[in-house]
């Protein structure tokens, strides 16, 4: 079942066809953690049979600075988006999203948080209804999205002490955009730089074992 079959006549799941997935891959250090993250769910999405565009926001020198321009014409119907043209349409093209990122003072790095701000705008990600209150849902070709993350603090800080802040926003303020229904999970490895190479191993394998259940 591929991606040309009407959205009406899919399985309820992710599972059952091949997907197009965008990986968004955030970090400034080639050989960290999160890059061994994303080689870990690239080799398993492409072993069963997905195909994946693996975006590297600091190889390819994204600016997440929003500009004057942008800003300025955030409500222009329509949004001029051709500062983040080439994104925009590979982020059109896909049918799932991938998130891989450091948690940083419990929130997204910048050139993620730039991500959002710059390529998640106005007649990409949503619309206005007729008044300009409610916002409509533009990413309903998005059935899938992870988050694959890692914090310097224990996990009962990140969670019980902060209340899970990255997981907040990207439940309610990011999968509302995508499709209903939409796959949502976030994993993180918390203590990372305490983490044994046995646990980052096992973090990996988790990882490859979760994508494998995506599988056509």
Request: proline fraction near 7%; charge should be positive; aromatic fraction near 10%.
């Amino acid at each position: 079942m591929g991606r040309d079959v009407p959205q009406s006549m899919r399985p309820p799941t992710v599972q059952g066809y091949p997907m197009h997935i965008l990986l968004v891959l955030a970090h400034p250090l080639p050989d960290s953690f999160a890059g061994a993250v994303a080689d870990t769910a690239t080799r398993a999405l492409e072993a069963n049979g997905h195909t994946v565009d693996r975006l590297d926001l600091y190889a390819e020198d994204f600016d997440p600075r929003l500009s004057r321009a942008e800003r300025s014409g955030y409500f222009n119907d329509p949004y001029d988006a051709t500062g983040v043209g080439p994104i925009v349409e590979r982020l059109s093209a896909a049918e799932g999203l991938i998130l891989v990122f450091p948690q940083w003072w419990f929130n997204f790095p910048a050139i993620l948080k730039g991500f959002f701000d710059r390529v998640f705008a106005p007649g990409i990600a949503f619309t206005h209804d007729a008044a300009r209150g409610r916002i409509v849902r533009k990413l309903t070709h998005i059935r899938l999205l992870h988050a694959y993350t890692t914090t310097g603090s224990p996990w009962w800080v990140a969670r019980l002490v902060m209340g899970d802040p990255v997981r907040r926003l990207l439940r309610r303020g990011i999968a509302p955009f995508c499709a209903k229904g939409v796959d949502f999970r976030m994993l993180s490895l918390h203590d990372m730089d305490r983490a044994t190479d046995a646990r980052r191993r096992a973090h990996l394998d988790r990882i490859a074992r979760r994508l494998h259940r995506i599988g056509p």
